[in-house]
């Protein structure tokens, strides 16, 4: 092993110092936290639409307990589905999903169609509840939005 002299191993230190202080910073930023899910007493929740004029709608409930299944309908003047997202009948949809942003986990089973302005709209969670034949639907909530 070769020893540098004090003067030699000044470079060395500033460099090794630069790449602990970069680290430091990077363990210390703000990382993405999962979302907190709560109690879904009786599985009912009471949905809401946040929409900015210009921007995506996105979709909550309180309380903020996962769903297995979020539907966006047309109601008038057209009518259907224009966008689907299901949890395999686990309840992974977290609270707080921005209109065509897949949750990690979940399938989308209706592509997202492009919103119309004056159109309204029916957001529609259910909860994946027990049943004797398993595993069904149930609880969750409605809301309807103008886009």
């Known amino acids: 092993m ?3 002299p004090v003067g030699d191993r000044l470079p060395v230190l500033r460099r090794l110092l630069v790449l602990l202080g970069g680290a430091a910073i990077l363990s210390c930023s703000d990382s993405q936290s999962p979302p907190v ?3 879904c007493p009786d599985n009912m929740v009471t949905v809401s639409v946040q929409t900015p004029a210009s921007a995506t709608p ?3 409930w309180t309380p903020a307990c996962a769903v297995t299944l979020l539907q966006v309908s047309a109601l008038a003047p057209a009518s259907g589905l224009v966008w689907s997202v299901g ?3 686990q309840n992974i949809i977290p609270s707080g999903i921005a209109y065509g942003h897949l949750p990690v986990g979940a399938e989308q089973g209706i592509a997202p169609a492009q919103l119309q302005s004056g159109v ?3 957001v529609r969670v259910a909860r994946a509840v027990p049943t004797q034949e398993g595993v069904g639907l149930g609880g969750g909530g409605v ?3 103008t886009h």
């Open 2 to 4: 070769q020893v540098l």
């Open 37 to 39: 899910v709560e109690a």
């Open 58 to 60: 996105s979709f909550s």
């Open 87 to 89: 949890g395999r009948m």
């Open 120 to 122: 309204t709209y029916e």
């Open 143 to 145: 809301v309807t939005f």
